[in-house]
């Protein structure tokens, strides 16, 4: 008997240190208004992006959904209009797996809406396989895509006043590291048909957006544009939708009990989004509401700066 109740003891305090460190929750306080503004939330269909996409609905801003799946934005589209009652949130299509998409959609946009005052690199996903454009479709998805989606806007974010780019990252980007040869070469940041292999690019890719939204700060200087990178905290989405089989019936009970949902995944993001005063805090990365320090090559100039050199090269910017 005793020693059952020493089991479950050391069970409900492994719950409890987890619930309050790896899988804390925060809430954001942040309270900007919105009405009149227009945000484009990349994968805003489904899980982080979709709850982030009904509050910002909710308080009166024009969002758009930049989506590859027509039928799961439609879905979404009339879910988050039932709950809010907003007529303004629409989808256009983008396929991040593909540079000519992101300009197409990048045009559309610009010719089609007047202003842009929040862009949230929202999508993501862990997987192997490569984009339309020969790219390792985590670096390619993940970080590249975003990037020149993000070049291609900047100017209408500066246009609007006080914009703001939230990029998702990842507590991920601790475990990552890029290696440029590979870029070069490979066009990837690592491969494999294993999972931990494309686990790794998954924290190469994360390590990049941390580096981008860096090297992205230092660009703004002078500019009335702003960024911020987040960790989401470790939340039930469709991320891992490519994951095999055994590996799901694996997480998913552990994801039942312990992983955020998506609404609580969304809070740190919409207080990169909403907080005011963090304009100080341009380049920095999020976590529970609160700015985090980074790892030393999460902050590296040398790094960031090539990463971006080489990024504009690869998306035929320079």
Request: proline share 1%; with cysteine; aromatic share 8%.
């Amino acid at each position: 008997m005793f020693h059952l109740l020493l089991l479950a003891g050391v069970i409900l305090g492994g719950y409890i240190i987890l619930t309050q460190t790896l899988f804390k929750r925060s809430k954001n306080k942040g309270n900007a208004a919105m009405a009149g503004k227009t945000v484009i939330i990349t994968g805003g269909n489904t899980g982080i992006g979709k709850a982030t996409a009904l509050h910002l609905a909710r308080k009166g801003a024009r969002v758009i959904l930049a989506c590859r799946n027509r039928d799961k934005a439609e879905a979404a589209i009339a879910d988050i209009q039932q709950k809010t009652g907003s007529t303004d949130v629409l989808y256009m299509q983008l396929d991040l797996a593909s540079l000519k998409s992101v300009r197409y959609f990048s045009e559309t946009f610009l010719k089609s809406e007047s202003r842009l005052d929040l862009l949230i690199n929202n999508a993501g996903l862990v997987a192997d396989g490569r984009t339309e454009d020969g790219f390792g479709v985590q670096f390619g998805v993940n970080h590249l895509g975003h990037f020149l989606l993000t070049c291609l806007l900047l100017e209408r974010l500066k246009e609007a006043g006080g914009g703001r780019v939230v990029t998702l990252s990842s507590m991920a980007h601790r475990w990552g590291h890029i290696d440029f040869q590979a870029v070069t070469v490979n066009k990837d940041l690592g491969t494999g048909k294993y999972s931990w292999q494309f686990f790794q690019a998954y924290c190469n890719s994360k390590l990049c957006n941390v580096l981008f939204t860096h090297e992205l700060a230092k660009r703004l200087k002078g500019t009335n544009v702003t960024c911020y990178s987040v960790h989401p905290g470790v939340v039930r989405t469709e991320l891992s939708r490519h994951v095999s089989l055994w590996q799901k019936i694996f997480i998913e009970p552990i994801a039942q009990l312990l992983f955020l949902d998506p609404e609580a995944g969304a809070q740190t993001t919409l207080h990169c989004c909403l907080q005011e005063g963090i304009e100080p805090l341009s380049g920095r990365y999020f976590s529970c509401c609160a700015v985090q320090e980074v790892c030393a090559q999460a902050r590296d100039d040398t790094v960031s700066r090539r990463l971006w050199e080489v990024s504009e090269t690869l998306c035929e910017l320079s």
